[in-house]
């Protein structure tokens, strides 16, 4: 599940200047693309920001379903002829989150898709990597086929679609330096029609950017009824600064996140993956960086007792 920022923990934007609070406009112009029986393409007009917007979230239904920087997204995964109500939310730098534009409905196409078309492309071959540096993994794979013609690939890392791409190639980028990630690619037509998973392939990131000698977390929560706040002062002790760092952690009650700010949040299970904002992505020799969250419990709210940065297991403060 991914979390999206919403509010700046600490003061300012890290260059000196005052926090930036406001959020940047809401989308507007929405507007429906080509559909199949299990995808919808949408565009927007472009938001408005006093320091620039960043990305943008889609929604379907209410529920966040991917992000992109610029202005349309294609939605897949969806039922044939079915109606879907697509709204987006403009983000910023500091996490800032726009009000949701007004929503649009788009409907898929009916079972068998234009023309009739229910074959699915070939399976990916020969997927590979081709390169990595200390913060991306390169991959490419052999052409899938189709009777009425490919027309892209959904690539997965770590078993989440984290791309759809109309080459046979891509670059993963903003990955912790030293680290391993599980890749695999499935061809689509224009019909909707999904083919088989290629095989998979490990890509590992090239060490660099510092695996910390030492690390400090402090963590805290206050809590009520069912939900609580949740605070983590991560500090790289090391004499290297840390680049792109990745803090996880686990819950042990059961504990939900349901919103942060200072960070990007993907929890899966009882595991939290915390990674880093842009303004905060170097974590330098000595220094500290303080993130958080809400979150959700059962009634019982123990703390976490182990984290780890980039790999290596850190001191709890």
């Known amino acids: 599940m991914l979390v999206e920022n919403a509010y700046p923990a600490i003061e300012g934007d890290g260059s000196?200047?005052?926090?930036?609070?406001?959020?940047?406009?809401?989308?507007?112009?929405?507007?429906?693309?080509?559909?199949?029986?299990?995808?919808?393409?949408?565009?927007?007009?472009?938001?408005?920001?006093d320091r620039?917007?960043?990305?943008?979230?889609?929604?379907?239904?209410?529920?966040?379903?991917?992000?992109?920087?610029?202005?349309?997204?294609?939605?897949?995964?969806?039922?044939?002829?079915?109606?879907?109500?697509v709204t987006v939310r403009a983000r910023d730098a500091a996490g800032n989150v726009s009000a949701a534009s007004a929503p649009l409905t788009v409907t898929t196409d009916e079972d068998g898709g234009p023309g009739g078309d229910d074959q699915a492309p070939s399976a990916p071959t020969g997927l590979r990597?081709?390169?990595?540096?200390?913060?991306?993994?390169?991959?490419?794979?052999?052409?899938?086929?189709?009777?009425?013609?490919?027309?892209?690939?959904?690539v997965f890392r770590d078993g989440t679609q984290v791309a759809q791409v109309t080459a046979t190639t891509f670059t993963d980028t903003g990955l912790a330096a030293g680290t391993a990630h599980v890749y695999a690619v499935r061809?689509?037509?224009?019909?909707?029609?999904?083919?088989?998973?290629?095989?998979?392939?490990?890509?590992?990131?090239?060490?660099?950017?510092?695996?910390?000698?030492?690390?400090?977390v402090a963590y805290s929560a206050s809590s009520w009824n069912t939900g609580f706040t949740g605070s983590l002062r991560i500090t790289n002790g090391s004499a290297t600064a840390l680049q792109n760092w990745t803090l996880t952690f686990a819950f042990a009650n059961g504990q939900t996140i349901t919103q942060g700010w200072s960070a990007q949040y993907a929890q899966s299970g009882?595991?939290?993956?915390?990674?880093?904002?842009?303004?905060?992505?170097?974590?330098?020799?000595?220094?500290?960086v303080e993130v958080g969250f809400n979150g959700s419990h059962t009634g019982t709210n123990t703390e976490p007792t182990s984290f780890t940065l980039n790999g290596a297991t850190c001191t709890v403060a």
């Not at 943008?56 to 992000?67: M, S």
């Not at 200390?134 to 690939?153: E, F, I, P």
Request: charged share 5%.
């Open 187 to 216: 061809a689509f037509d224009a019909a909707g029609n999904v083919s088989a998973t290629s095989g998979t392939v490990t890509g590992t990131t090239a060490p660099g950017g510092g695996t910390p000698g030492a690390c400090t």
């Open 52 to 85: 620039g917007v960043t990305g943008y979230t889609v929604l379907v239904d209410g529920t966040a379903v991917g992000t992109t920087a610029t202005t349309s997204f294609t939605v897949t995964g969806l039922d044939a002829g079915t109606s879907y109500a």
């Open 270 to 288: 009882s595991t939290v993956t915390v990674t880093p904002a842009a303004w905060n992505t170097t974590l330098g020799a000595g220094a500290s």
């Open 129 to 154: 990597v081709s390169g990595v540096t200390t913060s991306t993994v390169a991959l490419a794979w052999n052409a899938s086929t189709d009777d009425t013609g490919v027309t892209g690939y959904r």
């Open 16 to 49: 000196g200047g005052p926090a930036d609070t406001t959020p940047p406009s809401v989308p507007t112009g929405l507007t429906a693309g080509a559909t199949t029986t299990t995808s919808a393409s949408v565009s927007w007009t472009a938001s408005t920001d």
